[in-house]
């Protein structure tokens, strides 16, 4: 049976926020926030860190996650979308992947149930993203016929070429969720969006 893949994307340096929020959390740090969410929705996870990270590290070292670093120079979200997937294709045969979703690792509030309606109008064929009162956000599930173009990426735009490369593969779904596109950027973040999910 082909399978769906999650690639996390925990490379960034939270410039904003004014320490590791990777790390932040009354409860508990959160990217074990997001990834709680993700791995009840996947078999398969795949995380990009940081090239330099033994506190991230150290925190998720009994998950079973199948971590990458990314290149030690400065990189955007692009090259750290596209080091996911260079290492998701050298260590999985693409024809049983059917699709591969990107999630941001800073986003804890995505609902399971919004992963779950992604993943089944996902095909290897097709883009699928959900979209909330009329903003598109995470996770975006890619099929595996575009995982070649997202493993060229480089840069800070991440998958948006893609994506406008092709938009007759792009399949919206509206979700009741405003998790897909809330992020912890600040700590007052944490207040604003203090919600159970």
């Keep these: 049976m082909n399978s769906h893949i999650a690639l996390v994307l925990a ?19 959160l990217l074990i926030q997001t990834l709680d969410h993700v791995c009840q929705q996947f078999t398969t996870v795949y995380l990009v860190h940081r090239n330099q990270d ?32 260079k290492e998701i294709l050298k260590t999985q045969t693409v024809e049983n992947i059917n699709s591969v979703s990107i999630f941001l ?6 609902n399971s149930a919004t992963i779950r309606m992604v993943l089944d ?17 995470h996770p975006v599930c ?5 995982l070649t173009q997202l ?7 991440g998958a948006v070429k893609v994506i406008r490369t092709n938009a ?6 509206d979700v009741n969720d405003s998790g897909i596109i809330t992020d912890i950027d600040k700590p007052s973040d944490w207040i604003t969006n203090n919600v159970s999910r």
């Design 121 to 137: 109008a996902s095909t290897s064929h097709n883009i699928v993203r959900p979209v909330y009162k009329s903003d598109a956000g």
């Design 151 to 157: 493993s060229q990426l480089s840069g800070d735009m």
């Design 54 to 85: 033994d506190s991230l590290l150290d925190v998720i070292k009994n998950r079973q996650i199948r971590l990458t670093p990314a290149p030690a120079d400065s990189i955007g979200l692009g090259t750290s979308l596209a080091t996911g997937v």
């Design 105 to 110: 690792a800073d986003m804890p509030y995505i």
């Design 11 to 29: 490379a960034g340096f939270s410039t904003r926020y004014g320490a590791d929020k990777r790390l932040e959390g009354e409860h508990k740090p």
């Design 168 to 173: 007759e593969k792009l399949h919206l779904i």
């Design 142 to 146: 890619f099929g595996s016929d575009f």
